[in-house]
């Protein structure tokens, strides 16, 4: 079976302070990763997903398959990355991305 | 993102009621999903739909049914028998393997 841990209910930093969100799952295949965020009064949106390999928002994530983690990061954070951030996970191949799996979910808080 | 649409933002119901909460979308994708979201509890699959016509439950389907007789259409009914029903629901779709959109959610509670 599949699982997305996100150990972390609540995590707070100040602003400029290095960030890091994690993120553990479990799936025997092949997975695919993403990170969405749901911004005060704001629709969830997607972040990133592990095979853009991109950055977002000054965010970044490395899926590692042999620690079996998808940890979300940014050297340096703002006030305005104060959201709601979650960790999901879809099995790959098919012809369809399929359903999500999703972690609980970690509120981020920056100071300022 | 105006592609998906859920209606009402606000939901309120009585006490052996059914009620149901409307999920459209303009973005031509095949596949619908309904999650429950609840604090500290992330995202949880209620059903989900690939294609017009066929369903299928996800992890806490117990208490609700669905319906896609539309591609563009999947209304989620909440029954009397769904015990705890207050929640905030969010409707997603998505096609091929592009990732899910999601609505701005239906908050529902019990009068």
């Known amino acids: 079976a599949q699982r997305v841990t996100q150990p972390e209910k609540l995590l707070s930093v100040f602003k400029g302070a290095p960030v890091e969100l994690k993120c553990n799952y479990s799936y025997s295949g092949s997975p695919e990763l993403f990170w969405y965020v749901q911004y005060s009064r704001q629709r969830l949106q997607l972040l990133l997903r592990?095979?853009s390999r991109e950055s977002i928002k000054g965010f970044t994530a490395d899926l590692n398959k042999g620690e079996t983690s998808f940890h979300l990061k940014k050297p340096f954070a703002q006030e305005e990355d104060s959201a709601m951030y979650y960790c999901?996970?879809?099995?790959?191949?098919?012809?369809?991305?399929?359903?999500?799996?999703f972690g609980r979910g970690t509120q981020l808080t920056v100071w300022p | 993102d105006g592609g998906i649409t859920q209606s009402p933002k606000y939901l309120f119901r009585k006490e052996g009621q059914n009620v149901t909460l409307s999920c459209e979308q303009n973005l031509n994708h095949d596949a619908m999903y309904w999650y429950r979201q609840d604090p500290g509890q992330g995202l949880r699959l209620i059903y989900y739909s690939q294609i017009v016509n066929d369903f299928q439950k996800g992890d806490i389907a117990e208490g609700y049914s669905v319906s896609r007789e539309k591609k563009e259409s999947f209304p989620l009914t909440v029954t009397s028998a769904q015990k705890n029903p207050t929640a905030f629901y969010l409707c997603?779709?998505?096609?091929?393997?592009?990732?899910?959109?999601f609505g701005d959610g239906t908050r529902l509670s019990i009068l």
């Open positions: 999901a996970l879809s099995r790959a191949g098919g012809s369809t991305l399929g359903r999500l799996y």
């Open positions: 997603a779709s998505s096609w091929g393997h592009q990732p899910q959109h």
């Open positions: 592990h095979i």
